[in-house]
């Protein structure tokens, strides 16, 4: 725990799976069994760095297809945000052409 007695304490924690473990199963793809032994810390194989750099992952591609997407699909979102902008104006009670 970080932070005793602060207005901010704070607890880290790390998952370690044993190497020794994981690698007495006999399914382990020719690429996989290599990636625990090249990771392992001693006799464990730590979690938190690859789970943040898999997060890293998922959220550049996620980024990459949000803007491919949009890029592939402009003049139907401009479309969309037009009916957005009229049912706005319908729901209060404005004009939607009005610069108000």
Known sequence: MTGLNTESP??????????????????????????????????????????QRHGELLIEVNG?????????????LEDAKKLVVERN???SFTDPDSSS
Do not use: C, M, Y
Request: no cysteine; charged share 20%.
């Open 10 to 51: 704070a607890f880290t924690h790390e998952v370690f799976l044993s190497v020794e473990q994981l690698l007495k199963w006999d399914e382990w793809t020719p690429g996989s069994r290599p990636f625990v032994t090249e990771r392992a810390d001693g006799d464990a194989l730590v979690l938190l760095p690859i789970v």
């Open 89 to 91: 104006a319908v729901l």
């Open 64 to 76: 990459w297809l949000l803007d491919e997407l949009g890029a592939a699909n402009s003049a139907a």
